[in-house]
Nanobody, 124 residues
């Protein structure tokens, strides 16, 4: 059983930055961030292996968001820069055995454990 605790959401103006954190309680292979905007389906944002491997990003956030793993404190962070109003959503951290070669899958059904979510609101 892996428990996930997210933090760091909030409200910012367009062009601003926020950092989300996801602390997990037990060993896991992959951690990913997903988001769900009002009236839309949940979509993948970024993923990272907790061991060797590479990060993966959705095209919509590439070059603006950075996912990183802090091994010493079992935490995955999502640094979000140049935020846009369309980034407004509830952001969820997920963990599970979702390895796909060197990467972690962006398929939500490959993730077993989910956090409660943290709200990010970006105003124009």
């Amino acid at each position: 059983q892996v428990q996930l605790v997210e933090s760091g959401g909030g409200s910012v103006e367009a062009g601003g930055s926020l950092t989300l954190s996801c602390q997990y309680t037990s060993s896991t292979t992959c951690v990913a961030w997903f988001r769900r905007a009002p009236g839309k389906e949940r979509e993948a944002v970024a993923s990272i292996p907790t061991g060797y491997g590479d990060t993966y990003y959705a095209d919509s956030v590439k070059d603006r968001f950075t996912i990183s793993h802090v091994n010493a404190i079992n935490t995955v962070q999502l640094q979000m820069n140049s935020l846009k109003p369309e980034d407004t959503a509830m952001y969820y951290c997920a963990a599970g055995p979702a390895r796909s070669g060197l990467y972690c899958s962006m398929d939500q059904f490959r993730y077993t454990y989910w956090g409660q979510g943290t709200q990010v609101s970006v105003s124009a």
